[in-house]
Each structure stands twice: as C-alpha cells, then as structure tokens.
C-alpha cells in the first residue's frame, strides 16, 4: 500500500459473539467453582456491547508486504499470512494463527484514503477448549509522524 511509515494511531471498534472455552492445561488446574465463574465470566464478556479502543504502533517499510494494521501482540502463536490483493490503495489480507491452546483465522480489507489515512473491516473467528469466538472489527488509522518512539513497536 502506497502509506507514509512511521507513528500511526488507530482506533478499532470490536464487536464480539460467541465465548471461547477454557485451555486444556488451565481446565485441569481449576477446582469445578473456578472453571464455573471462569466460563460464566466468557459468556457475559460475549455479551458486552462494541468496544473501541485507540492504540500507536509503529509501521515499518516491511509491514507494507503484508497486513500493515495486523496485531502484534500474538506472540505465543504461529501465523501465516495471505496477501490476496494489494494496490497503491487497497489489501486485502487472510491470516491463520496456531498455537498451544487454540487458533485464529481473520480476513481483513484495508482502504487507503491517502498517504496518511486508512480504514478497514475485519472478522476473525477464534477456537480454543472446543468453543469459538467470532469478532467484527472496523477501524481508522491515521498517520502521526515519520519517526517512532524508542517506547513504541
């Protein structure tokens, strides 16, 4: 995608459904009270109304070769990632994560208005303990400055 690299902040709405079921290895660890308020604890946050939330993060010249806006915090698993199209303005994006307790797979399109401003939609569906989340997302992004704070990824 043809953006400025560099500062960008963006705001993600996130609506959720569905409620992810409880890893094998914490499962065995919980006493029956644990696992019953962890898993009534999961079916009201699916219940929670949209989210937004507003984060910066720094883009890189190599970020633009895949999905510029991804997650980064997905450290305990293992990505694969699909650029499906991909112009001066617009990507689309498929990625399948794996990892020790479950998985994720998201489809994300990506719209950019000019050098400093993009937009997109998402879902992703996530499996762990047998159970599944699904996850809309929309959100802006807008260009801060050409250089990122040391504190910042």
């Known amino acids: 995608m043809n953006v400025k690299t560099g500062l960008w902040e963006s705001t993600q709405t996130v609506t959720i459904s569905g409620a992810l079921g409880i890893p094998p290895d914490m499962a065995a660890k919980l006493t029956p009270e644990q696992r019953a308020r962890f898993?009534?604890?999961?079916?009201?946050?699916?219940?929670?109304?949209?989210?937004?939330v507003t984060h910066k993060g720094c883009l890189k010249q190599e970020d633009l070769t895949k999905d510029p806006f991804a997650n980064k915090d997905m450290e305990n698993m293992k990505c694969h990632e699909d650029l499906l199209r991909s112009t001066g303005s617009e990507?689309?994006?498929?990625?399948?994560?794996?990892?020790?307790?479950?998985?994720?797979?998201?489809?994300?399109?990506?719209?950019?208005a000019d050098q400093q401003h993009v937009s997109g939609t998402g879902h992703g569906t996530a499996t762990m303990g047998g159970r599944s989340m699904n996850s809309d997302v929309k959100f802006e992004s807008k260009w801060i400055q050409a250089i990122c704070p040391a504190d910042v990824e």
Do not use: I, N
């Open 91 to 112: 990507a689309e994006v498929d990625v399948s994560c794996t990892g020790p307790d479950g998985s994720f797979q998201y489809h994300m399109t990506l719209h950019a």
């Open 39 to 52: 898993e009534a604890a999961m079916s009201q946050s699916a219940l929670a109304k949209p989210r937004t």
